[in-house]
């Protein structure tokens, strides 16, 4: 990075609103490698969380199969890329998209998108990139009253660079910081889209062109607009004002006045439907232009649509609930290794600020982590016994970990 782009960086960073995330940004397998290559981790915990990191992902993996697996069975019916069947057998099977909810559908995405730790942008967010156009991006013209449904998540807030030339730099490619979203994914149901959901998932996507990804009609721009009319309305006059100086040779030949207006009106009329077809087609090649920069902006950024987007989804919950999963289970074995009791009432903000801590000692905060989610989970799938609970695991009215298993 430049000089330029880190002063640049770092005046963003001043400008943008400090809000951690509660997004691991890292795999398990990648969590399970930092740790145990960073010093001062305990080693015994490491080979306790390798032992039984297998058994804890699978229970990641049956809970959300569980409660998102008739999801994506359920989104055949209303898939767009689904397949169209001639035969009577494809008639009556699409006849079933009718009885799918896709309310439920969505609501039921929100959860999922919520599991692997995205974020709903406000509608604030969404508006504010609809009057903005960033160098790398385009500007269109949204109507959300072609939508029945709408809404856009996103993680992973941070900043990236991008390059773009400068008049005031005689056009020279010049790096610039500019706040950026790693993931971001689009729902949306058309107000007339015959029963249909899309869902897009892209990567890596400036703040300023989130309305890039919703599907609109192109914005020309009023340096665009000034290339295509000034030129034209020019050209139209000095057409006009040479068909009338030249109206005097009419005059030689002995035309009357009237014969004389009539052609001047029809080569008139000629001189405009010729102009306005030259101002159709540029403004048609300019429109064209502007999808094409729309369409390879995007064609990097793509990260999945419809179907491979909740198939994506589910698969990133997993990592995220287990790697939450794992850095409980590390911070738990530290403790217990090294005598703490976590018997107070405030082991669970206790636990909460080890964990960042822990994380933040890798190199991936900071981070807000959801202590609360991870409790609630290791609990649930009876892997870790909470203080008081009347059984033996828990005699000692201790963070233990269930007695046969862990």
């Not at 290559?37 to 992902?57: T, Y």
């Not at 890329?81 to 896709?102: K, Q, T, Y």
């Not at 994506?312 to 794992?326: C, F, G, H, I, P």
């Not at 290791?378 to 862990?406: I, M, Y």
Request: positive net charge; proline residues 4%.
């Amino acid at each position: 990075m430049t000089s330029g782009a880190k002063s640049v960086a770092s005046v963003v960073c001043i400008l943008m609103p400090v809000e951690l995330e509660t997004y691991i940004p890292v795999h398990p397998n990648e969590f399970q490698f930092a740790l145990e290559h960073c010093e001062g981790v305990d080693p015994e915990a490491c080979e306790f969380l390798h032992r039984h990191k297998d058994q804890l992902a699978s229970l990641v993996h049956q809970r959300l199969h569980n409660r998102f697996g008739g999801l994506i069975e359920g989104y055949t019916f209303v898939d767009p890329d689904r397949e169209a069947s001639e035969n009577p057998l494809g008639s009556r099977l699409s006849a079933l998209s009718s009885r799918v909810s896709i309310k439920d559908m969505v609501e039921t995405t929100q959860e999922m998108l919520e599991q692997a730790n995205y974020r709903r942008l406000t509608p604030s967010e969404i508006y504010q990139a609809l009057r903005t156009a960033t160098a790398w991006g385009a500007k269109l013209k949204i109507r959300f009253s072609d939508y029945k449904r709408l809404r856009v998540y996103a993680r992973g807030d941070g900043l990236g660079i991008r390059q773009a030339r400068r008049w005031y730099r005689l056009f020279r490619k010049v790096d610039s910081a500019v706040p950026i979203y790693r993931q971001l994914v689009v729902i949306f149901e058309r107000s007339e889209g015959n029963g249909q959901l899309h869902l897009r998932m892209f990567k890596n996507i400036p703040h300023a062109d989130v309305d890039m990804l919703l599907p609109g009609s192109v914005k020309i721009s009023w340096l665009d607009q000034g290339k295509i009319g000034i030129p034209t309305l020019w050209g139209f006059s000095m057409t006009v004002t040479r068909l009338m100086r030249s109206m005097w040779i009419l005059a030689l030949l002995g035309a009357v006045e009237i014969f004389k207006a009539i052609w001047i009106y029809i080569a008139i009329a000629i001189a405009g439907v010729l102009y306005s077809v030259k101002m159709f087609f540029s403004y048609r090649h300019a429109r064209n232009r502007q999808l094409l920069h729309v369409a390879q902006s995007l064609y990097f950024q793509t990260l999945s649509n419809n179907k491979g987007v909740l198939l994506r989804l589910k698969d990133e919950a997993e990592q995220q609930w287990l790697t939450q999963a794992m850095v409980l289970l590390v911070v738990l074995r530290t403790r217990q290794n090294r005598g703490m009791a976590m018997r107070s009432l405030d082991a669970i903000d206790t636990l909460d600020r080890a964990c960042e801590a822990l994380l933040e000692t890798l190199g991936l905060g900071p981070i807000d982590f959801d202590i609360q989610a991870a409790i609630r989970f290791l609990v649930e799938a009876r892997v870790l016994v909470p203080p008081g609970e009347p059984t033996s695991a828990s005699e000692n009215g201790e963070w233990e970990f269930a007695k046969g298993g862990f």
